[in-house]
Nanobody, 117 residues
Framework: QVQPVESGGGLVHAGGSLRLSCTAS????????MRWYRQAPGKQRELVAS???????NYADSVKGRFTISRDNAKKMVYLQLVSLRPDDTAVYYC???????????WGQGTQVTVSS
């Protein structure tokens, strides 16, 4: 089992940067695909970025070139670096751990990112 806990959200101006962190306790962190989702008010939750157990990354088209996902298996951490932020990036960002061997997934409580224009 993996329990994600996010941190690092906040209020920034358009064009600014943030780094979100997710600590995921549990002995099997390295076996989990780690993902960042976001949900804006009135919208469905969407996948922003993912990183495989081997370090392969994927991004939503809307964030390519601006967001970078990374992981540190030794520290059981996953990060999302956000640059060139725009007001439409405003959302609650959720860390998700997916175990491909078990099919189970675990969610954090979310961290708010607000980008002012």
């Amino acid at each position: 089992q993996v329990q994600p806990v996010e941190s690092g959200g906040g209020l920034v101006h358009a064009g600014g940067s943030l780094r979100l962190s997710c600590t995921a306790s549990g002995p099997t962190f390295h076996n989990h695909v780690m993902r960042w989702y976001r949900q804006a008010p009135g919208k469905q939750r969407e996948l922003v970025a993912s990183i495989s157990t081997g370090g392969m990354t994927n991004y939503a088209d809307s964030v390519k070139g601006r967001f970078t996902i990374s992981r540190d298996n030794a520290k059981k951490m996953v990060y999302l670096q956000l640059v060139s932020l725009r007001p439409d990036d405003t959302a609650v960002y959720y860390c998700n751990a997916f175990g491909p061997l078990t099919g189970r997934e675990y969610w954090g409580q979310g961290t708010q990112v607000t980008v002012s224009s």
